[in-house]
């Protein structure tokens, strides 16, 4: 099935949905309700949903504008709607705003045991830059990906 996704700007009225976005997305590595919120009170941090119909979210991305450089800090897609080309729109969305806002280079952070997230980024031009050892708090490694835009 093809489906023509919509990414729209989430505001702070959308907080206690993004904390049940994440959680479906990331479930025993989420950030945790109260983390996740605070994007949305967090300077230079916006929110994106996106999803068949803005009525209804089914994915979402964070990300920070740092002027010359853009970083992603989170992208997720609840699983029914995985594999269709979300993932993909919201990245998209995150570097079209990141552009239009005058970033010149994007990046990120991601688990170096994240085989899709990683493939989602590659496929839209990132490349791994460095890697962050025993980044996260059960000790796995964090890959950095950077994509000039
Ligand atoms: C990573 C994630 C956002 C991808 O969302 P998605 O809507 O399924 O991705 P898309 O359908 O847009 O796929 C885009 C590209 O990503 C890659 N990809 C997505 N899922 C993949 C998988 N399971 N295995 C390998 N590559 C995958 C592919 O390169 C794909 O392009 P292609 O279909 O042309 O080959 C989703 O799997 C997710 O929410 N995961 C859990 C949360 C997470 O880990 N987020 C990343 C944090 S940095």
New binding site residues.
Partial sequence: MIVEWRIWPAGLEDADMLARLEAL???G?SWGSDSVKESFVAPRVTVLFGGASETAPQ?FAVWRDLGPEAE?L??????E???????????SGVLEAARLGGAKRCF????AR???????????GFAQVGVRQRYYRDGGDAVVMALDL
């Avoid at 709607?81 to 990245?91: F, P, T, Y």
């Avoid at 990120?108 to 688990?111: G, N």
């Fill in positions: 997305a990331f479930g590595r994915g992603i989170t992208i997720g897609v609840v699983d709607a995985r594999g269709g080309g979300l993932g993909r729109a919201l990245l990120l952070e991601v688990d994240n085989a899709p997230a990683q493939a989602l980024y590659a496929r839209a």
